[in-house]
């Protein structure tokens, strides 16, 4: 499957983005999909993941409240609604997907990844 994330960009501090990944190539709903992020200077850090049905969702801690997940599987897209964003949300931000039932915050289980899109959170 080839991933494509878009939405990325500068936005002031308390504002929102709204991430799109769209999917091509093997039938979407059969993948769990996730977003990771990379602030310069930082590891790869798992940010949310949902089921493939959409029924099961899962935040890292510092997003929760903030951030929602969700997914269209008719067309082939998951999105990221990114509210009250704060300068350390700033980073890459990249969706994956994998194969199999159950969603997962490592990053190692995920196969596919799209080629990232910047969020820069700065006034």
């Known amino acids: 499957v080839q991933l494509q994330a878009s939405g990325g960009g500068l936005v002031q501090p308390g504002g929102s983005l709204r991430l799109s990944c769209a999917a091509s190539?093997?039938?979407?709903?059969?993948?769990?999909m996730g977003w990771f992020r990379q602030a310069p200077g930082k590891e790869r850090e798992f940010v949310a993941t949902i089921s493939r049905g959409g029924g099961m969702k899962y935040y890292v801690e510092s997003v929760k409240g903030r951030f929602i997940i969700s997914r269209d599987n008719a067309k082939n897209t998951v999105y990221l609604q990114m509210n009250s964003l704060k300068p350390e949300d700033t980073a890459v931000y990249y969706c994956?997907?994998?194969?199999?039932?159950?969603?997962?915050?490592?990053?190692?289980?995920?196969?596919?990844w799209g080629q990232g899109t910047q969020v820069t959170v700065s006034s």
């Open positions: 190539g093997r039938t979407f709903d059969i993948y769990v």
């Open positions: 994956a997907s994998r194969s199999g039932t159950y969603t997962s915050i490592r990053e190692d289980e995920y196969a596919y």
